[in-house]
């Protein structure tokens, strides 16, 4: 099982900036995408941002021009630059891996949350 551990979530003025970053660990044999999502109060999860490992990055329209999800090989880590945040980004955000297993399979891991709250 992959242990996603996230941060960087806060509080910050309409305009703002934040980063978020996701580290995994445990046992996998490779990363298949990795993602952000997020989650209002009273609605449900939605995507927010993915990259798959070689693939192009996809967005929700919502954030389109303002955040930037990028990733470190390397590292395994992922990153969400928001800039230009508004109230209505106001969420709980879940880091996200889908991983090939060690004994094979494929499954995913979702992290267990970072809020980000926007001011007006």
């Known amino acids: 099982q992959v242990q996603l551990v996230e941060s960087g979530g806060g509080l910050v003025q309409a305009g703002g900036s934040l980063r978020l970053s996701c580290v995994p660990s445990g046992s996998f044999f490779g990363i298949v995408a990795m993602g952000w999502y997020r989650q209002a109060p009273g609605k449900p999860r939605e995507l927010v941002a993915i990259v798959p490992s070689g693939g192009s990055t996809n967005y929700a329209e919502s954030v389109k021009g303002r955040f930037t999800i990028s990733r470190d090989s390397a590292k395994n880590t992922v990153y969400l630059q928001m800039n230009g945040l508004k109230p209505e980004d106001t969420a709980v955000y879940y880091c996200?891996?889908?991983?090939?297993?060690?004994?094979?399979?494929?499954?995913?891991?979702w992290g267990q949350g970072t809020q980000v709250t926007v001011s007006s």
């Open positions: 996200n891996a889908v991983y090939r297993r060690t004994m094979g399979g494929i499954s995913q891991s």
